[in-house]
């Protein structure tokens, strides 16, 4: 049982939570990953880590709600405990000595980003950040990204934060403002990373992305995160979880996440019912 | 003496037909009665061939006889002493190619149903409560082991008997290594991996799980910063083996390791009530013909398959698998394809494997292990719809060891380099045993590993000790 210690609601839909998890806080990396378990008869669910501090013993992650397993995870509150937490899993980040890296985050994958950057910013290394979100009440750790990043670029959708765009343009406008770039590190939805890899690829800069396959044991004993990286199939689980971006068949990936469509959809559904007959019933019970 | 009935007393088994739809044991076990009988059919050999036969030496003519004497309890005691998990072995060791395979009686009959005897007096344990133990006096040392599985569990049972202080750290949330995450439910219930999980942490055996060695502690720490003086390492060889064909990669192709996780470890067939799922379609195809392929195929049935079927690029003679699981999955309707070699997954035109195109083989010259090798027969391509594949070709050791620990040796398919009868490698205080040195083998060469190497540490650490009360 790994108890947490803090949490704050980010968004409607995102979470933070500090766990307390003294080897992980101790042995993590940036870049690396944990595998979740919320309840005893819960999924495995793989979390990049955000955060670590070896001191306090503290692993901190973002969730972010899609179904139901990250539903009942962002129910638990402080004091409570996540059932089971494993890593650091994954490859660490391969942070650069020199040269200039931009990090970009779309949704939770702000809070990603932020453990790379504190990496880089620890090695002196310069380093730009740009995170997207639809509209400024949904931009993520603001703070804590500025207080990391050489030079911070918030790009919104209808304009309400930062730059009114997609943050590839944001990013594309970086790339072609003279200022020298040398690696680009991207993590969020899929579409997102997609979208990077197809605007750093013309101009031939390093572009590594976080993969996010289903997952199981996180260990390399399943096979379930098998993506086609260079022609070549990689675990993303022991090969990864980053890789180069030009190399991946995103088209694979995509296709082979939905494999449980189905399956997701009524456990979000049961989750839902199970929910309001719950509220209900706390409603009736302090009803006079 | 007795006239011996020819044939072992028949194991009562569920019906093939209901059975193939639940996930409960599927053998039932003797009772005292059928127990003692099948004791009475062994003719006390002079030469006790079917010890010779068992990889840890059990002396299993003594055991039968003091189990014809109705002394359940001293036939266990007299068990254990050489292999601590009798009722996991009495239930999935091959007895066809051990002890039972050198049985006298076997000769001319039915062999004696050692392994049937074996699961009795464990499960006669479970029933009445054991004997209590006696652990040695606290030696003041700490071991770690490493990795849940037969192996691990073996070297720190016997470990915490002499006297050790003793951590198991396993990288999955549950323990047990493939005794939980691989073998199913119908033929290993968890209740009984349980409740020997259970008796060892009773014994004071601490075992800390959600800890990936390497990964969250690294050897150097176990042995440099929590004073831990000797590690046993028994990982398994559990990285699954793909046949890199065109199409492995479309949805629902899974490995034997992933679907019976999902099965057995995530609890998957009685989703929704555990929240991971599991795919089995219509038609199935099992890729393989080991203990893991019958596993996954029956495991198939039970997940409402309508067909599934072995294919398999050698003959029913190359098989594997044990021969009883072989037979029960016959009866419970699954189909082989011998002499058959998948060649591409077909896609269904969104992304979802449809058909498998495979190519028949023959047998021709013997290879290095004296197995026929397979070979195409020209022009016999033909393809077999299905919904679901399951690839159960083998596994490899996981290569997350080795890349995370320096200054092990490691042969040249991955494994550690560990001496046979000490289990020591190249690192003084490191020792392994099971599948990670052997490769995929059986729960009793682990398990026996296990206890070779437990003796091993108990030499090097008692050597230890002189030397510190020397100095
Ligand atoms: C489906 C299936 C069916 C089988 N059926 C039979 C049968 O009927 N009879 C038979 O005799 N044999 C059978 N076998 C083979 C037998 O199960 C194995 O030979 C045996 O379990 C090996 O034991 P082990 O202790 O070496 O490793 P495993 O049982 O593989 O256990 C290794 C453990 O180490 C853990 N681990 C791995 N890496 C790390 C790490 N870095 N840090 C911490 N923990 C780690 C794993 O999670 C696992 O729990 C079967 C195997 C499979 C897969
Ligand atoms: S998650 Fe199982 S191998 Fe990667």
Redesign the pocket.
């Given at each position: 049982m790994f108890e947490i210690l803090h949490t704050r609601q980010l968004t409607p839909v995102t979470k933070l939570f500090e766990v307390a998890a003294p080897l992980v806080a101790k042995a993590g990396r940036p870049g690396q990953f944990v595998i979740l378990r919320v309840h005893g008869h819960g999924e495995r669910i793989p979390v990049t880590i955000t955060d670590l501090d070896p001191q306090a013993g503290t692993v901190t992650v973002v969730i972010q709600e899609v179904g139901a397993t990250s539903k009942m995870a962002n129910a638990l509150a402080e004091g409570e405990r996540f059932h089971d937490l494993a890593g650091p899993l994954g490859e660490p980040a391969p942070l650069r000595e020199k040269g200039h890296v931009v990090c970009v985050g779309g949704g939770f994958g702000a809070a990603a980003i932020l453990s790379i950057l504190k990496g880089l910013k620890a090695k002196a290394t310069h380093s730009s950040a740009i995170v997207g979100a639809r509209t400024a009440e949904l931009v993520i750790l603001e703070d804590r990204l500025r207080d990391a990043a050489d030079a911070l670029h918030i790009c919104t959708d209808d304009g309400s934060a930062g730059f009114k765009g997609l943050v590839t343009a944001k990013l594309e406008e970086l790339i072609t403002s003279g200022e020298p770039v040398d690696e680009i590190v991207a993590i969020g939805p899929m579409v997102m990373m997609r979208a990077v890899a197809a605007t750093t690829a013309p101009h031939g800069i390093a572009t590594l992305v976080s993969l996010d396959p289903i997952m199981i044991?996180g260990?390399g004993?399943c096979g379930a995160c098998r993506v086609t990286v260079d022609g070549r199939t990689q675990f993303a689980c022991i090969d990864g979880p980053l890789f180069d971006a030009t190399k991946i068949d995103f088209d694979e990936l995509v296709r082979r996440n939905k494999t449980y469509r189905d399956e997701e959809e009524a456990a979000l559904h049961r989750y839902e019912q199970a929910h309001c007959r719950a509220e209900e019933a706390a409603a009736a019970a302090t009803r006079p | 003496m007795p006239v011996i009935s020819p044939s072992k007393t028949p194991m009562p088994v569920a019906d093939a037909k209901e059975r193939a739809k639940t996930f409960r044991e599927v053998n039932f076990g003797y009772d005292p009665r059928r127990a003692m009988q099948e004791a009475d059919r062994c003719l006390r050999c002079q030469d006790p061939t079917c010890q010779t036969g068992c990889p840890v030496n059990v002396p299993i003519r003594e055991v039968i006889h003091l189990t014809s004497q109705r002394r359940f309890d001293d036939a266990l005691a007299l068990i254990k002493r050489f292999n601590s998990l009798p009722g996991v072995?009495g239930r999935?060791?091959?007895q066809e190619n051990q002890c039972e395979g050198r049985c006298h009686v076997g000769d001319r009959f039915g062999p004696v149903g050692i392994g049937y005897i074996e699961r009795f007096l464990a499960d006669w344990e479970r029933l009445h409560g054991s004997q209590p133990v006696e652990k040695a006096e606290p030696k003041g040392q700490k071991v770690a082991i490493?990795?849940?599985?037969?192996?691990?569990?073996t070297a720190a049972g016997d470990l915490n008997h002499m006297g050790y202080d003793v951590t198991v750290?396993?990288?999955?949330h549950d323990?047990?290594?493939?005794?939980?995450?691989?073998?199913p439910e119908f033929?290993l219930p968890k209740d009984v991996l349980d409740d020997e999980i259970n008796a060892l942490v009773r014994a004071g055996v601490d075992i800390q799980c959600n800890?990936?060695?390497?990964?969250t502690l690294t050897l150097d720490q176990l042995m440099d910063e929590m004073g831990y003086e000797a590690v046993f390492i028994?990982?398994?060889?559990?990285l699954p083996r793909f046949m890199n064909l065109p199409g492995e990669n479309l949805n629902g192709i899974y490995s034997?390791?992933e679907f019976?996780t999902r099965i057995n470890l995530m609890g998957a067939y009685r989703f929704p009530d555990y929240d991971t799922p599991v795919k089995s379609g219509r038609r199935v195809a099992v890729i393989g013909a080991g203990?893991?392929a019958m596993?996954?195929a029956r495991c198939a049935m039970r997940a409402g398959s309508e067909e599934v079927t072995v294919v398999y690029r050698r003959s029913e003679a190359e098989m594997t698998a044990?021969v009883e699981?072989y037979e029960h999955a016959i009866e419970e309707g699954v189909q082989f394809k011998w002499l058959n070699n998948p060649i591409e997954f077909i896609d269904d035109g969104n992304g979802w494997v449809s058909g498998m195109r495979c190519q028949r083989m023959e047998l021709g010259e013997p290879d290095e292990d004296g197995r026929r090798r397979p070979v195409p027969v020209p022009d016999s391509e033909f393809v077999l719809d299905v919904n679901n594949v399951i690839v159960s070709i083998g596994?490899s050791p996981?290569p997350?060891?080795s890349r995370t620990t320096p200054g092990l040796d490691t042969t040249k398919w991955g494994g550690l380099v560990a001496e046979d009868d000490t289990g020591q490698t190249s690192r003084e205080g490191v020792f392994a045993?099971?599948?990670?040195v052997t490769g995929?083998?059986?729960?009793?060469?682990?398990a026996g590993?296990?206890k070779r190497a437990a003796s091993a540490i108990d030499t090097y650490l008692s050597q230890k000790r002189g030397e510190a009360a020397e100095a």
């Open positions: 044991d260990t004993m | 072995c999935v060791c091959p490493v990795g849940s599985g037969p192996s691990g569990l750290f396993e990288a999955l323990a047990g290594g493939v005794l939980r995450y691989g073998i033929r800890v990936v060695f390497g990964k028994g990982t398994g060889a559990g034997s390791n019976l203990n893991t596993d996954a044990r699981e596994t996981n997350l060891l045993g099971g599948d990670i995929s083998a059986t729960v009793i060469l682990a590993a296990g």
